[in-house]
């Protein structure tokens, strides 16, 4: 057989303009056929994949997990991070700098890429943190305004404007405006303001219930930091992405604020500061399946499983994400992966940490959403690979089209399995998700043309990884933005 050469006959593809049913080659790890309604043929030395019945879509992208390496492997690493995601027909991920030590230094940044390489059985990149203090770290990983420059896996700077690991946190305007003015890439935030969560915990710090932590970081604290952060973006024209946004008032408040970047914009973006009410392109944002799934009655049953940074908040709020969803105020889905052992989650309110494992079933979640009637499944493939991939500049990333990376996965639609414990990649071993029934499930994970995870009858539903660790997965390459 030749590596990452493959036939995939008969699948429904999802592809950039149309659904049908159809057949995609993919050669040396690049999609070189598509074709509808005619058979490809078998060539010597070809993998062929019998996919009726199955819908090919573009490999998903989750753009913000928390693989906790270096300083945490018993919660996980790269490697059995990476593992996960391909279970949950990710192809590639954007990790976070919070670890321990922080990662903020370009000397740091390249230990995480080389042990990505050595270790990860899909694509990735790496996040730079923002301290108050390591401005000329942040320049040497993406540039100046007048000199941006992308290293490959490097995807930008992240800000947390609340409280986190470490020295990873910046709450001053001083600070902000220091970042802000003189770096290029994309900086994502972590949008909580700080000064409102330190005046409101002496109402909640002696409270052990759950409901305590949705209450103290309120959704007004959220849209605090949600309009700071805008309103820099717009006063220095840089390109910002918001994270896992959580609250109905934060996406009413974005709407019209808000817009995959136009094409090009990563390259040549030339929008001057009052444009479409601040620059609309600079600015996206996200929301994650546990904030489209779950709500504070969830919160009560499961409590501290579900204990997470922004909180999951009520029904309401659950609604009108939906609803920046189908309008296009939020561009993409990711998950927030932050795994926590169930050890120290059962410390109970306050002192269990926050985070839930989450890449090896935000798919099937979203497809459960397909089967259940809230969205397409090319709204999925569009929430969580297209608009990825658009946010981000990632090049060859996506879509299924002739060009494009052999990133794909294909999904079984009426495959239905409950979410049990004991079937987890990650290596903390739990799912939030626990004990719920979904309806679609990813059933094979390509990247690069070489099947990485299957789920099958033989298999059963924990499926069975197909490689080792390093074999497969590269470092995403995404242009540079002013």
Known sequence: MRRGSILILGATIVGPNSTAIGDCRIENGVITEVKYGEELTAEEGEYVVNAQGLHLIPGCIDPQVHFREPGHPEKEDLGSGSKAAAA??????LDMPNNKPSVTTLSAMQKKLDSAANTCVTNYGFFIGATKENLGDLQEAVGTP???HAIPGICGIKIFMGSSTGNLLVDTDEALANIFANTAGLIAVHAEDEERLNERWPLFEFRTDIEAHAEWRDDRTALLATQRSVNMAVKYGHRLHILHLTSGLESTWLKGRTALPKSGDADDSESTEGEDE?????ITTETLPQHLTFAEEDVHTEDVRLKMNPPIRSADDRDLLWQGLRDGTIQCIATDHAPHTLESKSLGFPKAPSGMPGVETSLAVMLNHVNSGNCSLQDVVNWMSTNVAACYGMEGKGVIAEGMD???????????????DENSWTRVGWNPFRGRSLSGWPVLTIVAGIPVFERTDATGPKGRLLVKGGEVGEAIIMSPWK
């Open 406 to 420: 052999g990133d794909v996965v294909l999904v079984d639609l009426s495959m239905q399995i409950e979410v049990k």
């Open 88 to 93: 949950g027909g990710i192809t590639g991920f």
């Open 146 to 148: 007048e000199a941006p």
């Open 278 to 282: 601040g620059r609309v392109s600079l």
